[in-house]
Structure formats: C-alpha cells, structure tokens
C-alpha cells in the first residue's frame, strides 16, 4: 500500500503507509433498505473559483453540493438539509441556505422513494437585546412557511435569538407551542447543545441539561402529533437514552451523539435510536454497511463495521466540537467526492495540519478511505501547502 510522511501531535514527522482496504460499496441498483430511519446531515461544498472575499461572501459549487445529496441516497440515507454540517450559522446564511433547500427538494423529485427533511430556523434574526419573543416566533414562521411552500418537510432548529430573548422556560414553551401549531406535517426538532454551539447555551431555559429535558419533554407531550421526533446533540448516551424512554409513543429518538452512535443505535430492550447524524456524511459506506447488517439481524457485524469509526468521530467532532465540519469536509476531499479542500467562510482552517494527519490514520482504521491511494496522494499535497514534502 501507498506511504506518505505524517506529522505526529507530539511534534516531528512519520512514515505511514495504508493498512487497510477500503469497505465495499453496494452493488449499483435499488438504494438499501433499513430497521432504522437514517439522516446524514450533508455538508455544502464551496466554489473554489468564486472572486469574493471567502470569510465574507458566500458561494456553493452547486453541481458538486447535490451530487454528493445523490451517493448519499444511493447508500440509502436520508439527507437532513441545511443544518448545521452544512455551515449554517457558520458561512451558509438563510438566503443561500434557502437555495439549497429548493435545490436538494428538486433532486429528491427525481429519486422515487428518496428521504429528505430541511432544517428552518431563525438564523437570518440576528440575536439582540431589542428582539423580542413575537420577533422569534415571526423569524420561525418565515423559514417554515419558506420550506413548506417548496414542499420540504422541516427540521425544527435551535434558535440562537430565542436562546438571547427567553427569560425561562415559559418563553419556549409559547414559542414552540405556538409553530408546532401551524406546522403542515410533524417536524423533528433539533435540541443543538451549546458545545456545538456556545450561543444555545441554557436551552430550554435552564443550563441544567436535565431540568431542561423536562421542559422539551413538556413541550413534545403537548404537541405530540406534530413531531415526529427529536434530535438532540449534547454528546451524552446517557441522557440520550434516559429522554429516550420517556418520550411519548410513536416520538421518535434520532441519535445526535457522534461519540456514542453505533450503541444507541442498536438500542437495548427498552429501545433504540434511529439516526440523524452530521458523521455520517463523512462515513457515510460504513454506515450503510453497518445498517445493512443490523436490518439483516446481524448485530455483531454491524458493530464490526461501525466500532471502528467510532475513534475517527470522536477525533473530528473533538472540542472545540463546532469545528468539526473540517473533518467532514476533508474526508470528502481525500475520497475524491470534491476536487478541492476549501470551505466557505475559510473555514478549512480551523483544524491543524496534525489534526488532520491523525484524521487520516484514523479514517485509514475505519476503512473508510474508498481509493486509498487517491487519498495519499490528495493528502501529500495538503502536507506540501504545510511545508511537510
């Protein structure tokens, strides 16, 4: 197998070469089937030849961003769109985010049977000490209106002007009561924790995570027929599946956890997780590997898939974890699935150079490195723009 020089995190350099083969890919055909609903939250890829000003001008290679929507529906995920693995709230405004919506709605017209749910939030209310709650309420109600209107079906997402304007958990309450209302179809909400986002601090109104799921819980039990599920994203299986047991019938638990997916996925004898996850876009094989086994009955075989990924997940959603859309976008550079590593907002630069090395051995692990010697070669040359040759 190929080699190539590594810079270690203690400092120095290494020889690497490739350890192991890369996962198969299913046979070309009818996507596969799953025991588990399956969202991978997709990143966006930017336009590397855009004149603009890339920490403040935003611009998407929209041919490359919905071809990646097309092999993740060909491994039979769903798409949960315009989230935050797709920038938003960091390089991806409402405007543009509302263009890839209508964009990734109509490729899922031409695919009979194709999953997808979009996320509205309030992120085009910039948060303020003159907002007020009926200003959150009429931000949310202009997303989902937008959303609806091309047919989408909504991702409920965390606001960071409620989190600023709410004076405790009644504030939620009226706010959520209120658009679970109006909503068309049942929603899956979106409880982001503030370590993927230090704004949503004391969500819920209440920085104690467990007084807060009481308040989620309440606001679920009130509107039960308008929510199809929740996400939550605090990085914790254990109040993951506490909230999971407690939900009312027929409310789904999607697995927010990129540290702990493959368990809580699989479940226990009180239940499991279904998935919405932004680490699935960056294994996305190994993902559809590992639920094709579980689906079949198989669950040793899904955890031989998936275990491995689990160290990889961890190192890219590592703390500070916001910046983990790096990792997600670097992995789908080295797999040849977009010709370049940039970001919009520049945000490929959030990670070090023995960041991503130690991504790249993991990935290697994980099998999920789907042409390992385009992936050394792309890799030389992010290490020769770090002055490692």
């Known amino acids: 197998m190929a080699a190539l020089t590594l810079p270690r995190s203690g400092g120095g350099l290494e020889s690497y070469a490739i350890r192991n083969a890369p996962l198969p890919m299913p046979a070309p055909g009818s996507a596969p089937a799953f025991n588990r609903v399956a969202y991978a939250a997709a ?231 279904d998935a919405l996850l932004g680490i699935f876009d960056a294994i996305a094989p190994a993902a559809s590997a590992g639920l094709a086994r579980l689906t079949a009955g198989d669950e040793a075989g899904f955890h031989d898939i998936l275990a491995p990924t689990v160290p990889l997940s961890r190192h890219i959603f590592k703390a500070p974890t916001r910046f983990y859309k790096t990792g997600v976008v670097f992995l789908a550079y080295l797999n040849g699935l977009q010709d370049h590593f940039l970001m919009i907002g520049g945000q490929q630069s959030t990670r070090s150079l023995p960041h991503l090395a130690e991504l790249f051995r993991l990935a290697d692990a994980a099998r999920v490195l789907r042409d390992p010697d385009l992936a050394v070669h792309r890799m030389r040359k992010v290490l020769a723009v770090g002055g490692v040759e």
């Open 43 to 273: 990143h966006v890829v930017a336009d590397p030849l855009a004149d603009n000003d890339p920490w403040l001008d935003t611009a998407v290679d929209w041919d490359r961003t919905i071809a990646f929507r097309h092999y993740l529906w060909d491994l039979g995920l769903g798409i949960a769109e315009a989230m935050d693995t797709a920038q938003r709230g960091m390089g991806l405004d409402w405007p543009t985010a509302k263009a890839l919506i209508g964009r990734a709605l109509a490729g899922a017209k031409e695919r009979p049977g194709a999953v997808i749910a979009c996320g509205a939030g309030t992120d085009h209310l910039p948060p303020g000490p003159g907002v007020t709650i009926a200003d959150v309420i009429a931000a949310y109600e202009q997303q989902i209106e937008a959303v609806e209107g091309l047919g989408g079906r909504v991702i409920l997402m965390a606001s960071r002007a409620l989190a600023a304007a709410a004076k405790g958990p009644d504030d939620y309450v009226r706010v959520y009561g209120r658009i679970l209302g109006q909503v068309k179809q049942p929603v899956i909400l979106h409880w982001l924790g503030e370590m993927f986002d230090p704004a949503l601090a004391g969500y819920w109104g209440d920085a104690d995570h467990d007084r807060a799921m009481d308040t989620c819980l309440a606001v679920i039990r009130d509107s039960a027929a308008k929510v199809d599920g929740i996400k939550i994203s605090l990085l914790s299986k254990e109040r993951e599946i506490a909230m999971r047991r407690r939900l009312p019938a027929g409310v789904r638990m999607y697995t927010g956890d990129d540290f702990n997916y493959a368990e809580l996925i699989a479940g226990d004898e009180q239940g499991y997780s």
